[in-house]
């Protein structure tokens, strides 16, 4: 569910111990990366590259078209009842962008102030969905209301910004729907936003750093998207997102750097062959990356979760860079 930068093909077939289970291919190499992850968070997208989903979903996206706001002033008058527009910004915490599917925070402020999350892009989900809500019977979003979501951002976010990839995952996706009443009234528009992992925060704990204007995002992109790639720096020595491991800047040293995901084939809905499996596999996969001699790759696997419930087949690879 994420752009691709495929590579070379990788033809190991991973078998589960469940016998019920179909095997399951690597069909590529990519440095990709659908956001930043641990567990996925509430979009669907990864979070951190597996940590803060690392959430992000599956998924990436990315900021927009022009500078923080179409005339450079005030967001827009959006408010929580009110229909969004592209070019809004917004203040936030990635706490807070994570609990709610629809948008309970401030109404949009002047992208000349502090801001932590711009939407991109207000898209439209055209697939028809006869419910009167988006929730489904446990009060969370229904999953084929989150994937559709998802896939009309990231639509947006190819059309936008074709040539960003998962590799620029301090970039954090992430998107809102209309509230249970305006869907109810019949909205079906998808707000998409864009926000930026703060470097030096932790893994466990992710902040948000302040935006700069859309069009010095872009052009930094452009220039040096390693501005925005995933490291991490692990003083306690616990591997990629440990307890105490906290968001780096691949520019400088760093302990950790996300160098490649490894995506499986198989369809939806197969059966989790399972964490040891995975790893096991992963480790001599990763291993083939052209890596500086004398360094340890270390693999991350998708959760049991997050293959079920995000069909998450990405086994991510990270170096360490000591």
Same mark, same amino acid.
Request: proline share 5%; aromatic share 8%.
């Given at each position: 569910?994420? *752009? %691709?930068?495929?590579?070379d093909?990788?033809? *190991?077939?991973?078998?589960?111990a469940?016998?019920?289970?179909?095997?399951?291919?690597?069909v590529?190499? %990519?440095?990709?990366?659908?956001d930043? +992850?641990?567990?996925?968070?509430?979009?669907?997208?990864?979070?951190?590259?597996?940590?803060?989903?690392?959430?992000?979903a599956?998924?990436?996206?990315?900021l927009?078209?022009?500078?923080?706001s179409?005339?450079?002033?005030?967001?827009?008058? %959006?408010? +929580?009842?009110?229909?969004p527009?592209?070019?809004?910004?917004?203040?936030?915490?990635?706490?807070?962008? @994570?609990?709610?599917?629809d948008?309970?925070g401030?109404?949009?402020?002047?992208?000349?102030t502090?801001?932590?999350? #711009?939407? #991109?892009?207000?898209?439209?989900?055209?697939?028809?969905?006869?419910?009167?809500?988006? !929730?489904?019977?446990?009060g969370g979003?229904?999953?084929?209301?989150?994937?559709?979501? #998802?896939?009309?951002?990231?639509?947006? @976010?190819? +059309?936008? *910004?074709p040539?960003?990839?998962?590799?620029?995952? !301090?970039?954090?996706?992430?998107y809102?729907?209309?509230?249970?009443? @305006?869907?109810?009234?019949?909205?079906?528009?998808v707000?998409?936003?864009?926000?930026?992992?703060?470097?030096?925060?932790?893994?466990a704990?992710p902040?948000?750093?302040?935006?700069?204007?859309?069009?010095?995002?872009?052009?930094?992109?452009?220039?040096?998207?390693?501005?925005f790639?995933?490291?991490?720096?692990?003083?306690a020595?616990?591997?990629?997102?440990?307890? @105490?491991?906290? #968001?780096a800047?691949?520019?400088?040293?760093?302990?950790?750097?996300?160098?490649?995901?490894?995506t499986?084939?198989?369809?939806?809905?197969? /059966?989790?062959?399972?964490l040891?499996? !995975?790893?096991?596999?992963?480790?001599?996969?990763?291993?083939?990356?052209?890596?500086?001699?004398?360094?340890?790759?270390?693999?991350? /696997?998708?959760t049991?979760?997050?293959?079920?419930?995000?069909?998450?087949?990405?086994?991510d690879?990270? *170096?360490?860079?000591?």
């Amino acid at each position: 569910m994420s *752009l %691709s930068r495929a590579s070379d093909r990788l033809s *190991l077939a991973v078998h589960s111990a469940d016998r019920a289970a179909a095997s399951v291919g690597f069909v590529e190499a %990519s440095t990709r990366r659908d956001d930043i +992850r641990v567990t996925r968070d509430r979009t669907g997208w990864p979070a951190t590259r597996r940590a803060v989903a690392v959430a992000a979903a599956m998924v990436v996206v990315a900021l927009l078209s022009s500078g923080c706001s179409a005339a450079g002033g005030n967001g827009g008058a %959006s408010t +929580r009842q009110g229909a969004p527009k592209a070019g809004d910004c917004w203040t936030t915490t990635f706490a807070a962008s @994570q609990k709610t599917e629809d948008w309970e925070g401030h109404a949009a402020v002047s992208c000349a102030t502090a801001h932590q999350s #711009y939407t #991109y892009a207000v898209a439209t989900i055209s697939r028809k969905f006869s419910y009167s809500s988006w !929730l489904d019977s446990s009060g969370g979003v229904r999953q084929d209301v989150d994937k559709a979501a #998802y896939a009309a951002c990231h639509t947006q @976010q190819s +059309r936008i *910004l074709p040539g960003i990839t998962e590799k620029e995952a !301090l970039l954090y996706p992430t998107y809102y729907l209309p509230s249970t009443t @305006q869907w109810g009234d019949g909205a079906r528009w998808v707000r998409c936003d864009i926000s930026e992992v703060k470097v030096g925060s932790t893994i466990a704990a992710p902040k948000l750093a302040n935006l700069a204007g859309f069009a010095e995002l872009k052009s930094t992109l452009s220039a040096d998207p390693k501005r925005f790639a995933l490291c991490e720096d692990d003083p306690a020595n616990n591997g990629p997102d440990g307890a @105490q491991t906290t #968001y780096a800047d691949c520019t400088g040293p760093a302990d950790w750097t996300f160098i490649a995901a490894l995506t499986m084939a198989g369809t939806d809905g197969a /059966p989790y062959p399972g964490l040891t499996q !995975l790893k096991t596999v992963g480790a001599t996969q990763c291993a083939t990356l052209k890596t500086p001699a004398g360094h340890e790759v270390f693999v991350e /696997p998708p959760t049991q979760a997050d293959w079920t419930k995000y069909d998450d087949r990405e086994l991510d690879c990270w *170096l360490n860079n000591n």
